[in-house]
């Protein structure tokens, strides 16, 4: 496997990146080509921080790896969590993860600082584009490289 194209991230980090996903050994799910496919299915996620979803994305003998930071996509709404962009919702949520099939929740607080349990599905706003990774509202990852054979 060879480097074919890194903007935006240095070879370090994305080999610690990948790392961080379980390498790129696993069993790849194969991806397609059309643009703006919907990440759930097709990626391999994790969610770091309490604001950073990271992916390793297939299509045939190309990874794609690729983070975005969801303050981008997601915003809290009066304790609830819409897709909305530079919602920065991190900032009034807390224990944040995403599930597999691709829904962020946590406890954000509603405009009276109580917090609430807030859920919203991600796959209805972050896309993923195998020449320019993840991105929502056409704003664009935060880290990508290409990797191949």
């Not at 990440?39 to 604001?51: A, L, P």
């Not at 530079?86 to 946590?106: A, H, I, M, P, Q």
Request: proline share 4%.
């Amino acid at each position: 496997m060879q480097v074919l194209n890194l903007p935006g991230m240095k070879y370090p980090t994305m080999v610690a990146f990948a790392a961080a996903l379980g390498g790129v050994s696993a069993a790849p799910v194969l991806f397609g080509t059309e643009l703006n496919k919907r990440f759930v299915g097709g990626c391999n996620t994790t969610f770091t921080g309490s604001d950073t979803l990271n992916a390793i994305c297939y299509e045939s003998t190309k990874e794609v790896i690729t983070s975005l930071n969801l303050n981008h996509c997601v915003s809290n709404r009066d304790g609830q969590l819409i897709g909305y962009q530079e919602g920065n919702f991190s900032s009034t949520c807390r224990d944040t993860k995403v599930d597999n099939n691709g829904w962020l929740t946590g406890t954000c607080d509603n405009s009276e600082h109580n917090p609430r349990p807030a859920s919203v599905n991600l796959d209805l706003y972050v896309k993923i584009d195998l020449d320019h990774g993840l991105s929502c509202f056409d704003i664009g990852p935060d880290a990508f490289g290409i990797l191949g054979s």
